[in-house]
């Protein structure tokens, strides 16, 4: 039989389904449809078509519906328009109608429904080309009075120059695609907007005992952990129906001009003077891109950088990851502390995210209490640009919502992806802000200008390290003859889960992030001790009870690769950690994450007097690439790490995680203030996390905040006395 429905209600896009079929079939299954039926309230007696077919000299009988089954009718398809078999029996059952006569009824009901749609749309598009043809009479009428500025004499409107013309195919080009997108936006702009919950501007530190939050990540949170951020989350409006065309045309514009800036030379683009990064030139930027976001607000610093790399990924899951915020700012938990998805204006056509829009804040990172994070509120605009390359760009949308607390807008900043052969991709990245840095701390001052804190490079090391590690998750080709390696693929997949989740947590508390408050404890010196206490309660990662976090920043006159290969190294373990007491650490087992030896997920085994300590062991991950390294470990239970070493669900392993982040200090021979000059400098960040208390409602002592101090303190101590003694 055939069924009316099927040209209405299919799930084609209207683009596609016009492409499919002619406009002759069209018109002829309306024809067919209308037959069936008179009206939104006549039906036919009689059942199916079939029926019908087999009856061919019975004449047609048509039954209008009564007044009170028409208004039973009309209040439910109010409510369901499109009822199952079930609701159809029962309200043929209280009507006294046949199932397929209600069922015709709400076909043809739907049908008026869109015929009134559509011809109330075609009237507001008659009314608006009416108003374009005024306004080009209008226009036309002008220029043929015109009179030229130079001389005072009437215009000539004869040939129009290369770049004239140049500039109107271009104009001509960016409407169309700003029509587009606008088509389809308009399908998911349609209902009702939440409000914005936007990230705040810093809130004063606070006293020791008050500065308690809860730990938990708040919904729709992707990679970060926000600890009572609720409170520090304030709501702003939905962007008006105005504001949806602006937002589109600026991510259009911006998607221009992150392609030329991924591609563009000089005198775009300038080389450094050691030859090694390419620096942006200001004053061409200026000229080459006029339109966007407004002139560099006052007081603000300019940091524009440019990457590439070819990564272990292949480009269609780099899209993705881009676009999903849980994914992405899991993927970039080193950067990103906190990040989540307001509206989806756009989710792409055709079952991919070309020409996905949607409205996002976040907020940026360096792993120290010392460096403030970085708040945005941007669109984000995913577009293929051929076969196998692909361009994701994000721009500010301040200015649409002027703050004085805005201390850091994006210009077009994001990625060109270019597929490569065995599932690779070249990926090219632009980073391009412009902040206000004066609450950075002077020890990271350095890092922070020459873009290797926030810049491309950061964004496209992170990246390439994560796509090997996501590559070693996958692999089933581990060598077994290795001692300590873990072959068994359930049990990898699920070590490599909760280290991520151990990495993600450590992150998004050591930084000075708005979602959290630290104390500071001493004096104003860089190696004072910063802390914050936090509740857990109900909550299956976390012991529950009052957590201590503590964490300090300062500077080695050591490189780099040398602190992390000191501190990841289980053999000098006892060097620094206070709570091995001395004892043997061992490595039970190891799961390599890439090509450097140093980025790897290990179990430790600490072989203490203590037979307190005898049921515990150590989760360990390191990772390292050119612009940040990470020791972080986590004390775990011998028979919850059974359970995930089996394959077993790592979300209910309770971590509590404490390690150390290492940054370059950004320059090879680093200030006097330090007191000591160097080549290749390291920016060393220590924290820890202790459960002082298993009762989430007691009083935190004193004493156990200068435990925890005097901790780190030493821990600190023994680092230095450690590398020194190595340097010397």
Same mark, same amino acid.
């Given at each position: ?5 099927? &040209? ?77 078999? %079930?609701?159809? %029996? ?46 080009? &009479? ?116 911006? &998607? ?13 683009? &300038? ?225 490599? %889960? ?231």
């Amino acid at each position: 039989m055939f069924q009316p429905t099927n &040209m209405m209600e299919g799930q084609l896009h209207p683009l596609d389904m016009a492409q499919n079929t002619s406009e002759s079939e069209i018109a002829r299954l309306r024809e067919e449809e209308f037959d069936s039926t008179k009206s939104g309230s006549e039906n036919h007696e009689g059942a199916s078509g079939d029926d019908q077919e087999q009856r061919p000299n019975k004449k047609k009988r048509y039954h209008r519906h009564t007044q009170h089954q028409i208004q039973e009718m009309e209040a439910f398809f109010k409510e369901c328009p499109h009822p199952d078999d %079930k609701q159809r %029996k029962e309200l043929s059952r209280e009507l006294g109608l046949e199932p397929l006569q209600v069922k015709f009824w709400f076909q043809n009901k739907r049908t008026q429904m869109k015929t009134q749609h559509e011809r109330h749309e075609n009237t507001q598009l008659r009314t608006e080309n009416e108003k374009l043809r005024a306004d080009n &009479m209008r226009y036309r009428e002008a220029l043929s009075n015109a009179s030229c500025p130079n001389c005072g004499g009437p215009t000539a409107i004869g040939e129009m120059s290369f770049d004239e013309h140049h500039l109107r195919l271009e104009n001509a080009r960016l409407r169309e695609e700003i029509d587009r997108i606008s088509a389809i936006a308009a399908k998911y702009v349609g209902k009702p907007v939440v409000n914005y919950p936007l990230l705040s501007p810093p809130v004063p530190s606070r006293p020791l005992e008050l500065a308690v939050g809860n730990f938990g990540a708040q919904p729709g949170i992707g990679g970060g952990e926000m600890y009572g951020a609720a409170d520090l989350l304030r709501s702003i409006s939905a962007p008006t129906e105005a504001d949806k065309p602006m937002i589109i045309e600026l991510a259009v514009a911006a &998607m221009e001009e992150l392609i030329r800036m991924a591609q563009m030379g000089e005198p775009l683009w &300038m080389t450094s003077l050691d030859g090694t990064a390419a620096v942006l030139n200001e004053d061409e930027y200026v000229r080459t891109f006029p339109r966007g976001i407004g002139p560099k607000p006052a007081g603000f610093k300019c940091e524009a950088s440019r990457e590439t790399a070819v990564v272990i990924m292949n480009h269609i899951s780099l899209v993705e990851i881009l676009m999903d915020v849980n994914q992405w700012s899991t993927v970039f938990s080193g950067i990103v502390s906190r990040a989540m998805t307001l509206e989806v204006l756009s989710t792409g056509v055709a079952g991919n995210y070309n020409g996905a829009l949607q409205v996002m804040t976040a907020e940026f990172q360096v792993p120290s209490p010392l460096v403030p994070t970085r708040e945005s509120y941007y669109v984000r605009y995913c577009k293929q640009h051929g076969e196998g390359t692909w361009a994701v760009v994000d721009v500010s949308l301040d200015n649409l919502r002027p703050s004085p607390a805005v201390r850091c807008r994006r210009r077009p900043s994001g990625c060109l992806i270019q597929e490569m052969p065995n599932g690779y991709s070249k990926v090219t990245w632009v980073e391009h802000v412009e902040v206000d840095d004066r609450g950075v701390h002077n020890l990271y001052k350095q890092l922070v200008s020459t873009g290797n804190a926030f810049g491309a490079k950061r964004w496209v090391a992170t990246l390439d390290r994560q796509c090997e590690r996501l590559a070693s998750v996958m692999a089933t080709n581990i060598p077994t003859g290795e001692v300590g390696v873990i072959t068994n693929q359930d049990g990898r997949k699920s070590m490599l %889960k909760l280290a991520e989740r151990m990495v993600i947590s450590f992150c998004a508390g050591v930084s000075a992030s708005t979602a959290h408050t630290w104390t500071t404890l001493s004096g104003t010196g860089a190696d004072d001790v910063r802390v914050m206490t936090r509740k857990s309660v109900d909550d299956p990662g976390r012991p529950p009870g009052i957590v201590l976090s503590a964490a300090t920043s300062f500077w080695l006159p050591v490189p780099p690769k040398r602190v992390f290969d000191f501190l990841r190294d289980e053999n000098t373990r006892s060097e620094w950690d206070i709570l091995s007491n001395g004892g043997v650490v061992q490595e039970m087992a190891h799961i390599a994450n890439g090509r450097d030896t140093g980025n790897c997920v290990s179990l430790l085994r600490v072989n203490s007097a203590n037979s307190s300590q005898s049921n515990m062991l150590i989760l360990q991950e390191s990772c390292t690439d050119p612009t940040a390294s990470f020791v972080i470990y986590a004390p775990v239970d011998i028979v919850a790490m059974n359970v995930v070493l089996n394959g077993g669900d790592p979300d209910y392993v309770a971590l509590l995680p404490s390690g150390f982040a290492i940054l370059p200090d950004g320059t090879s021979l680093h200030g006097a203030n330090i007191g000591e000059a160097a080549s290749g400098g390291s920016l060393l960040t220590v924290a820890f996390q202790i459960l002082v208390d298993s009762v989430p409602t007691a009083k935190l002592s004193l004493g156990s905040v200068a435990t925890v101090n005097n901790l780190i303190a030493c821990t600190v101590e023994r680092i230095k006395a450690s590398l020194s003694c190595e340097s010397a």
